[in-house]
């Protein structure tokens, strides 16, 4: 299993500001993901971390908003950039051991911005 | 990618048992069939993973008929404490094993 601490729980942001979630695995983990969740929705995934290389990110999500860092295997960081009200949601960061593995997730990080 | 479709919610009451039907028609040879499931300010969970005919542990059921092109989500003897959103995901080798969530089934137990 592994534990996933995610900080912060919340924030109510300025909307033209950025913010940075960070996610603490308590193991080596191969694959980190981060999820986005809507009120009421289902996630949706906004990028793959890899481990000392660029994010790969799914359709709809840029780098330049939503610069991700890996610098280890138990460890990354999802930064909101330029924030709008419409990136008000939940981010989820989950992680998973390998193919077929069980993911596991964080309690998530919900965004308010204002 | 292969995609899924299942209800969108479900009524029950305690006590009965709970069954989750979910279509999968474009699954692919070295895909797993998992169920998470997910409380309200909380992430999704684990629930049971399965590739072809039954599988059974401590919370659920998976049964997969021989076609794997769906599966049934069984929840015996729900109570309150089961009221959630379960999501039917099929893994993609293909993509980097990213899991993509499907809209999911929101049930709600009633006394």
């Known amino acids: ?114 | 990618l292969a995609k899924t479709t299942q209800p969108i919610s479900m009524d029950s009451y305690e006590g009965q048992e709970v069954n989750i039907t979910c279509s999968h028609n474009n699954i692919a040879t070295n895909d797993y069939i998992t169920w998470y499931q997910q409380f309200p300010s909380q992430g999704p969970r684990f629930i049971i993973q399965g590739y072809k005919t039954k599988v059974t542990n401590e919370v659920a059921s998976l049964f997969i008929p021989a076609d794997r092109k769906s599966s049934t989500l069984s929840l015996p003897r729900v109570s309150l404490s089961d009221t959630a959103v379960y999501y039917c995901l099929v893994g993609d080798k293909a993509a980097g094993n990213k899991l993509t969530f499907g809209g999911g089934t929101r049930v709600l137990v009633k006394p």
Request: proline share 4%; charged share 15%.
């Open chain 1, 1 to 114: 299993s592994a534990v996933i601490s995610q900080k912060p729980s919340r924030d109510i942001c300025q909307r033209g500001t950025s913010l940075t979630i960070q996610c603490q695995v308590d193991s080596q983990v191969t694959m980190m993901f981060w999820y986005r969740q809507q009120p009421g929705q289902s996630l949706t995934l906004i990028a793959t971390a890899n481990q000392g290389s660029e994010a790969t990110y799914e359709s709809g999500f840029v780098i330049d908003k939503f610069p991700i860092s890996r610098p280890n295997l138990t460890f990354s960081t999802l930064t909101v950039s330029n924030m709008s009200p419409e990136d008000s949601s939940i981010y989820l960061c989950s992680v998973r051991q390998g193919e077929h593995a069980e993911a596991f997730f964080g309690q998530g990080t919900r965004l308010t911005v204002v």
